[in-house]
């Protein structure tokens, strides 16, 4: 009986992260330099009021880097997930100040359910 390779394993593994098995990352730049934009033209984020706002969600492992937790964004239902706690807070100030209340996110871009600690 012939044994499975090396290849033909790491190709299934492939395969089944291309089908979406995996959560999608979305790195969103264009939000970050456009909040960057605003800051220089004077613009102050981190005091525009509305139902935004920067937080931490703690992991039960570490994730990159070492990282016990990952910086959010949220409004008390969505939460959306950043790289780093001042992008957490450009964001939220964006999103605050461009007057937007809810978002629809789209499914499954999030970290594994058993990466996250409920609290």
């Known amino acids: ?5 090396h290849s033909s394993r790491s190709s299934g593994s492939a395969r089944s ?8 990352r979305y ?5 970050y330099v456009l909040a960057e934009h605003l800051r220089r033209e004077g613009l102050d984020l981190h005091s525009a009021i509305g139902p935004w706002r920067p937080g931490r969600r703690a992991l039960r492992r570490p994730g990159r880097n070492s990282e016990r937790a990952i910086p959010i964004v949220t409004n008390g239902v969505v939460e959306i997930a950043v790289d780093t706690a001042e992008h957490a807070a450009d964001l939220s100030g964006f999103l605050n100040a461009a007057g937007l209340d809810h978002l629809d996110p789209i499914p499954n871009l999030r970290p594994p359910d058993e990466d996250i600690v409920r609290s």
């Open 1 to 5: 009986m012939r044994r499975p390779s």
């Open 17 to 24: 992260r291309a089908h979406g098995s995996r959560p999608r």
């Open 27 to 31: 790195e969103p730049t264009s939000v």
